[in-house]
């Protein structure tokens, strides 16, 4: 009678030794394909968010006006507190001048938006950093008034919380340019006088 032929002791730890360095290579694969994954969707995420604030941004900026019609009084056309957390400045919207602030929270991670019929939040626990800073361009004749104005906007986004954050944060800034407040300030160099003119609440 012929003894079965099988494997031996050695053979199997080989085996096994061969098997489990490859599933370990297979895992770390997978592990840093996962990593890599995730850190390119929390970009996307934070870009699609940023785009949204943006758009808001542009909107309100765009057709930000100076409060009483006056054009000497163009420093005072964005506010900002202390602490750098809120910022206002006012809007055109149906021939009215309407208030919009802009809340900063840094320990939420939130940015807000208000105006006088709603409020909404454009990031919740993503903004690292926001702030709102009021450019001068070229001064014309009057040396007490710039040639147009324009804001600076600076945004850092990336969640708060270690545990589900999987990338670095994510600088961001643009410019934009309020229409109405700088056709007036243009109007001031060429003594032509800008018809539109909003009554604020």
Known sequence: MKKAK????????????????FMLGFYRFLFQYSRSYL?????????????QVFRYLNEDICNSD?????????????????????????????????????????????????DE???????KDRCKLFSLDLLQGESGDTASMPGNIGFKISLEAGRLNSDQRYGPAQSFSTYFFPVFANMKLKSVYNKKAWPLEASSN
């Open 39 to 51: 850190r390119i969707i929390e970009k996307a995420e934070n870009v699609a968010e940023v785009w």
């Open 6 to 21: 099988g494997f031996s002791l050695v053979e199997i730890l080989v085996a096994l030794s061969i098997a489990s360095l």
């Open 66 to 114: 100076f409060l009483d019609g006056d054009c000497k009084n163009w420093s005072e056309y964005l506010k900002v507190n202390e602490e750098k957390t809120e910022f206002s400045f006012y809007r055109r919207h149906n021939d009215k001048l309407q208030k919009i602030v802009y809340h900063f929270d840094s320990a939420a991670g939130s940015l807000k938006r208000e």
């Open 117 to 123: 019929t709603r409020s909404i939040f454009l990031l």
